[in-house]
């Protein structure tokens, strides 16, 4: 028994959390109300959010659902472990195609053909077929590494080109679409449970009730959103080679994509170890993961306010990486065989505040993306970024599986995502210190073009 029971810290903690991020929800939104008073600006956000959120919202359905999915088949532990692994290295094979598509023949067509790719992945998971679900987590992979890059490159490319808007708002995007995130995924995951268990549906049925929402996504986008275009001289083999050789020569970008596989390759290594780690606790698992989004709502609110009140995005970051450190050291420490009963609370505790972490980071991450990364090949450039995150993450599944889970390998892993967290604070130091290159691709954005107090 662990020093304070952790359902009553978790059903505690719950509702001063959720009022601390409505208030910090409003202290956020007043400072993205003084900043933006442009209605044109904010009737653009939401053509990119209804279609945008639509595809989260079906994400967020799926993600909870997948293994109890695969267990409910009746597959063993060890042919999950390889459909999980194969959709990873999916994301890595074809990852780093799907951008130079995007930017070659057009971002608003990739999003498209992501609405139709992850409806198919999933009907896939209709059949108990093995092959089929393999096939299913293939596409899915392909389906990942386009949500996570090409709908965020259309919107920048809008923002800063088609609209000319300040790159300064582009945060102001990102943090509004971090806390709904969270807020989606809390009703996904009230939705998914209610399918799956109260109406007697299975687990098949939160990927059945996604199905509508791609529909109508791919509906929205086809009708309303412009296409836009990166680098369309080059051969798509070409392209494929010109955004690498692109991150290796420029060292601003080179550093920023390791700050981001780094971060983020922690992050979904946690999605795989809290359930376990908690599991000593006998959490509600409904309750936990409804804590976790509102700790990432949280954040993404603590961002909006830093970022009114004058702080740099580049140095949010470096909080974002040693809060993440910090955390993931407490967590090595709590998640010691001879401690973990004990301790299951603390480790709760430091995974909130991972959270709040995640919510910080991702509108920050993607301002700087917008700062530093060249729009001819940006949802290339974003795809290869997210290589070296898949190939650690599978590394770190695989460990987990090879080793049965053991409260000793969790402790191994926890103790390397804090020194790889960081690794990454040191090299988000050094991206401060980077000049960035001039060019005229880049002049867009050069923010000092624009008057925020008169938009």
């Known amino acids: 028994m662990s020093f304070i029971d952790l359902t009553t810290l978790i059903e505690t903690a719950f509702i001063p959390l959720s009022v601390a991020a409505y208030f910090l929800y409003v202290s956020g939104q007043k400072a993205v109300t003084d900043l933006v008073q442009n209605k044109e600006f904010l009737s653009f956000q939401n053509v990119y959010f209804l279609p945008y959120f639509m595809a989260l919202f079906s994400d967020w359905l799926q993600g909870p659902y997948v293994y109890k999915l695969y267990s409910y088949y009746g597959f063993p532990q060890e042919q999950i472990a390889v459909l999980y692994v194969v959709g990873f290295a999916s994301s890595v094979i074809f990852g780093t195609t799907t951008g130079p598509l995007a930017d070659k023949f057009g971002r608003k067509k990739m999003v498209v053909i ?13 059949s108990p077929n093995f092959f089929i679900l393999l096939i299913g987590r293939i596409l899915g992979g392909i389906s990942t590494s386009i949500l996570f890059s090409v709908f965020e490159s259309w919107y920048i490319h809008e923002h800063t080109i088609t609209w000319k808007y300040p790159l300064d708002w582009v945060s102001l995007t990102f943090s509004k679409a971090t806390f709904f995130n969270g807020l989606l995924a809390i009703f996904a995951g009230i939705i998914a449970q209610i399918s799956s268990d109260w109406m007697g549906y299975g687990p098949v049925s939160p990927f059945i009730i996604a199905m509508p929402f791609l529909i109508v996504a791919s509906v929205i986008i086809f009708n309303n959103w412009p296409e836009n275009y990166g680098e ?22 080179l550093a920023l994509g390791l700050v981001q596989s780094l971060f983020e390759s922690n992050m979904y290594i946690f999605v795989f170890l809290w359930t376990p780690v908690l599991e000593p606790g006998l959490p509600p698992i409904g309750l936990t993961f409804a804590s976790f989004m509102i700790a990432i709502m949280i954040g993404s609110s603590v961002y909006s306010i830093l970022l009114k009140n004058g702080m740099k995005s580049d140095v949010i970051l470096r909080y974002c990486l040693s ?7 407490v967590c090595a420490i709590t998640s010691s065989p001879e401690l973990e009963k004990d301790l299951v609370s603390v480790s709760f505790l430091s995974f909130l505040l991972l959270e709040v972490s995640v919510g910080m980071y991702f509108p920050c991450i993607g301002r700087l993306r ?86």
């Open 114 to 126: 992501f609405c139709l790719l992850y409806s198919l992945c999933c009907l896939t998971k209709l």
């Open 232 to 253: 369309r001289d080059l051969k798509w083999s070409g392209s494929c080679i010109e955004g690498l050789k692109t991150i290796m020569s420029n060292k601003k970008i």
């Open 323 to 329: 809060t993440m450190g910090i955390s993931m050291l």
């Open 370 to 455: 917008g700062e530093t990364i060249p729009d001819s090949l940006r949802a290339n450039i974003m795809n290869w970024f997210r290589v070296p995150m898949n190939i650690i993450t599978c590394g770190a599944l695989l460990g987990m599986h090879a080793t049965g889970k053991s409260s000793r390998a969790n402790q191994v892993i926890f103790l390397l995502c804090a020194l790889s967290s960081f690794l990454g604070y040191l090299l988000s130091v050094s991206f401060s210190k980077i000049p960035k290159p001039s060019s005229n691709e880049e002049d867009y954005l050069k923010t000092d073009k624009h008057d925020v107090s008169n938009a």
